[in-house]
């Protein structure tokens, strides 16, 4: 692995490319618009070293030993993992590029690269990174807090989600609507929101089950 000084608050680069010319060539690339690597010669090295939490984008090659680059994006999709992948590859034909967009990859280059081609597509998904790990840390944040509620408490949570007044909550549930209310009162307290409307938009919009 190969790392070069950066920034912290700007997303790395990961290239995983069986091939030592490709991964120097798109270091050197990067580095002369100060646009920061890491580099491993296979998807197990990858695994085993990348920070799962630090915003990235992720160049891989199909064909390398072990692990192949689609059975890299699987791990990565099955670990929720956000940056945007890409594709670069000497052997790709349209089946595989299909393939790798259908997964989620942004783009499927090919062998060898346009030197302006990747810089822009790397620096616009750059931008993206930002975006999709802020979203994954909201989205994570969000689920952390609803671990602290009982089962009783999501109950309750799922049928305000459903726009139900405590009254409605309450001959659902064979309680009384004063004890909705205090759930309601704890539901809010314990994920520390500013009220169950703000609570119940961020689990609409992370789209996270109850």
Request: proline residues 5%.
């Amino acid at each position: 692995m190969t790392l070069l000084e950066r920034p912290r608050h700007n997303p790395i680069v990961h290239i995983v490319d069986d091939s030592e010319d490709l991964r120097r060539s798109l270091v050197f690339l990067f580095q002369s618009v100060g646009i920061q690597a890491l580099t491993y010669a296979d998807a197990t090295s990858f695994l085993a070293e990348f920070d799962p939490d630090e915003p990235a984008v992720v160049i891989v090659d199909v064909r390398m030993p072990g692990l192949s680059g689609f059975q890299l994006q699987e791990r990565l999709l099955e670990l929720n993992y956000p940056a945007p992948v890409i594709f670069c590859s000497a052997h790709g034909d349209i089946p595989m590029s299909v393939r790798a967009l259908r997964h989620g990859a942004v783009d499927f280059l090919q062998k060898p690269y346009q030197p302006q081609r990747m810089l822009e597509l790397v620096q616009d998904q750059m931008l993206e990174a930002r975006r999709r790990f802020a979203e994954h840390a909201r989205r994570r944040q969000v689920l952390r807090r609803l671990e602290t509620l009982t089962q009783r408490e999501r109950e309750v949570l799922r049928h305000v989600i459903d726009g139900l007044p405590s009254q409605v909550i309450a001959r659902r549930l064979g309680a009384s609507a004063k004890t909705v209310d205090v759930h309601r009162a704890r539901i809010k307290a314990k994920t520390g929101s500013e009220g169950l409307g703000t609570l119940v938009h961020d689990i609409l919009l992370y789209e996270i089950d109850v």
